[in-house]
């Protein structure tokens, strides 16, 4: 039986506060596969939009998900399959990738499909730390052989803000938008003190969480994706002194390669 076209492919990165999704018309060769185009939705997202967004449904298309967030991601499955797509739910059991986490079962879709990425960008002969900034920052070691190792989370800049917020007095909410530039580490008012600290502590776990993975993996490559990687970027060093390189649509280019490999695993 001929394998089922991987693409064209709408990707869709579901997260616990936005919805991330990217058109690819093919793969990339062996390079990093890149989208067409690309739709970032905040929390309050409709179908409406990603119909408006994907325009007329192209010949065959399918849809691959990765989700953290079990209603929204039905909600993907179940608006792309009533406009005539083929939708699934990735699920662990379809990524080409060795997991060596304690418990494999409960590690999240986006790390390992971030994992199945990094593994396509890195050196054959080194590991990869994965950074993730998010509404939780990841940190995680893929080992040179290829494997998911494990690593650490914490909270991100947006819930961290919103924790000041809601367990204070008089704390404002400072909105994380704002935090697209690394702001002056000297607040001289509350809003920039509680700027500072939000985004000066982020990149310190960050930095803290790498070294210490870097420690027994001298070698690492730091890969960065997420809302705030641009700005963090240019400040997490590897052990040669490079700055971490910052992958825009990492989670998405993971989804796409795992399209790839369902298509030739069912094909064969």
Do not use: Y
Request: net charge neutral; charged share 20%; proline share 9%.
């Amino acid at each position: 039986m001929p394998a089922p076209q991987p693409f064209p492919l709408v990707a869709v990165d579901v997260g616990n506060s936005r919805v991330k999704l990217g058109l690819f018309s093919s793969e990339s060769g062996k390079s990093f596969p890149q989208p067409d185009r690309t739709l970032a939705l905040g929390p309050d997202w409709t179908t409406e939009q990603i119909r408006e967004w994907l325009g007329p449904v192209p010949a065959g298309v399918r849809w691959l998900i990765s989700s953290v967030h079990r209603a929204a991601g039905a909600r993907i499955v179940e608006g792309a399959r009533a406009g005539g797509g083929d939708a699934r739910l990735l699920s662990r059991g379809d990524l080409h990738l060795k997991i060596l986490a304690e418990h494999p079962e409960t590690v999240g879709m986006d790390r390992l499909v971030n994992a199945v990425a990094a593994n396509r960008l890195r050196s054959p002969d080194q590991p990869a730390i994965v950074v993730d900034v998010g509404s939780a920052i990841k940190v995680d070691l893929v080992s040179r052989e290829g494997a998911f190792l494990g690593g650490a989370i914490f909270p991100g800049i947006g819930m961290s803000a919103r924790a000041l917020d809601e367990f204070t007095d008089l704390l404002p909410l400072v909105p994380v938008t704002e935090l697209a530039e690394p702001p002056e580490p000297l607040g001289t008012s509350t809003i920039p003190a509680i700027r500072s600290g939000l985004f000066w502590g982020a990149v310190g776990g960050i930095r803290e969480l790498v070294g210490r993975l870097q420690l027994d993996h001298p070698a690492a490559q730091v890969f960065l994706a997420g809302g705030a990687a641009p700005s963090v970027a240019e400040l997490i060093l590897d052990r040669n002194g490079k700055p971490a390189r910052h992958v825009p649509h990492l989670t998405l280019g993971g989804i796409a390669l795992s399209a790839t490999v369902l298509g030739a695993t069912a094909g064969g």
